[in-house]
């Protein structure tokens, strides 16, 4: 590692600039604290760049929540914008936010990130940039925002296949599919888009599953489905109670069309978003198959026996976590595929690693992208609560290294590696709205 140098100590680091990183760094404008940006691609947007080099977008990509429960409160989307809008739009208001609030100049682009450590109070950052000459800097903290959907969970699946075989992660267009017989293993959001585009261009597809899924339609009653019940959150119990009669009106049972039923209870697992793949299951343009048993050569020989030809096999089998830069031990976590998630504050705070933070890492259903935007305010609102308010901020560390809050808001979320991090977003929000009104209240 070479000396440290040029960036002054004083100088907070951000590491990625999709919505969570713009986030980042707005929150620290806002405050008056001076950053550096660290992005990999060569511009804002995060994943909703297709062209990016870790984007995992494809063509057909849509939000799978609506504009406005997405959207930056202070920055809403233009007039005219659709309610569930494609990548393509989605670059463009990253890039007006960042344009609108100055913060394009303040990121290093096409710049990798290869190491995070301590020094004293301060971190060192080291950086690999467009002309591949590494430099370490110093940083008086870091926020890093890389995102929770780059890095691919590849099963090691049993047995060999010959056709092609490849992850969700590398697909953008449908063509690749072009009269072949394809097979998608996964049933969540990623799964159930592709096989609907599959469906225009391949000469069959079947989708194989494991568990039992619950299918929300973009669309309820004439609006966009998570803009109803915004008031004032039901309990858990009664939420679930209520919305699983619903989905059964507007999208029947799909055990009918061959799903499992699920063994879970409505939002203890993340819902599909997508009512379509229901829509060709009837038609019979998309089958549904048990989860596999082994690959084997031309096909796939599934848990109950049984075998099938296939061309292409596409692994819609999710993402994860990925902080490469970063000792596991400094966010309290034993490494990428261990079915846990580092053990985090708020999501946020490691609790022995002071000026280490990491935003974005929550799932929850409605959180959008202002549930990030608090937790970069919160940060923002500790770190100047360290110079301006320290009696604040010293009982707030306190709070960190203490028991961590029920985030669930009552759901018993399923033991899925993408569950580890899940929260309910009223009781998400809820938590982070107040951890930054504690540090900012009057004395």
């Known amino acids: ?90 670059l463009r208001y990253f890039n007006d936010f960042a344009d609108h609030f100055g913060l394009r100049d303040g990121f290093r682009f096409g710049t990798l990130v290869t190491a995070v450590v301590p020094e004293g109070e301060d971190w060192l950052v080291t950086s690999t940039g467009p002309d591949g000459t590494s430099r370490t800097e110093r940083h008086a903290s870091v926020l890093v925002a890389n995102g929770t959907l780059s890095e691919p969970a590849v099963p090691d699946l049993p047995g060999s296949f010959d056709g092609e075989l490849f992850h969700t992660s590398a697909y953008k267009r449908a063509e690749v599919f072009a009269g072949k017989r394809v097979l998608i293993i996964g049933a969540g959001n990623s799964g159930c888009d592709i096989a609907v585009d599959a469906v225009h261009h391949a000469a069959s597809v079947d989708i194989s599953v494991r568990r039992g899924y619950y299918f929300v339609p973009k669309y309820l009653f004439g609006r966009p489905s998570d803009t109803l019940n915004q008031g004032k959150p039901l309990p858990a119990r009664i939420k679930q109670a209520i919305d699983t009669r619903v989905l059964k009106l507007f999208t029947g049972d799909p055990v009918r069309f061959g799903f499992p039923k699920p063994d879970y209870k409505i939002y203890e697992s993340h819902p599909v978003v997508n009512s379509l793949v229901l829509h060709h299951v009837g038609h019979g343009d998309i089958r549904v198959r048990p989860d596999i048993g082994r690959l084997d050569g031309d096909g796939v020989v599934f848990a109950d026996g049984e075998r099938a030809g296939y061309d292409v096999v596409v692994l819609a089998t999710g993402y994860h976590l990925h902080y490469p830069f970063l000792d596991p031990a400094l966010i309290d976590w034993a490494g990428p595929g261990t079915g846990t998630a580092p053990d985090l504050y708020l999501n946020i705070f490691p609790s022995s690693a002071p000026g280490l933070f990491v935003l974005g890492m929550i799932e929850a259903s409605g959180i959008g992208w202002q549930g990030r935007y608090e937790q970069a305010e919160l940060v923002a609102g500790y770190l100047a609560a360290r110079a301006d308010r320290p009696e604040r901020a010293r009982a707030f560390e306190e709070q960190v290294r203490g028991p961590r809050p029920d985030l669930s808001g009552g759901y018993h979320y399923l033991g899925l590696e993408r569950m580890s991090y899940y929260v309910n977003k009223d009781a998400y929000r809820g938590a982070v709205r107040a951890a930054t009104e504690s540090l900012e209240a009057p004395q």
């Open 1 to 90: 590692m070479s000396a440290p140098s040029g960036t002054s100590p004083h100088t907070h680091a951000v590491i990625g600039a999709g919505p969570t990183g713009l986030a980042a760094a707005r929150n620290l404008a806002k405050r008056g604290l001076p950053w550096t940006g660290y992005e990999l691609a060569p511009g804002v947007g995060g994943l909703w760049d297709i062209s990016g080099p870790r984007s995992t977008v494809y063509d057909s990509a849509h939000l799978i929540s609506s504009r406005t429960t997405t959207e930056f409160t202070e920055f809403p989307m233009a007039p005219g914008v659709a309610d569930y809008p494609s990548h393509r739009e989605l």
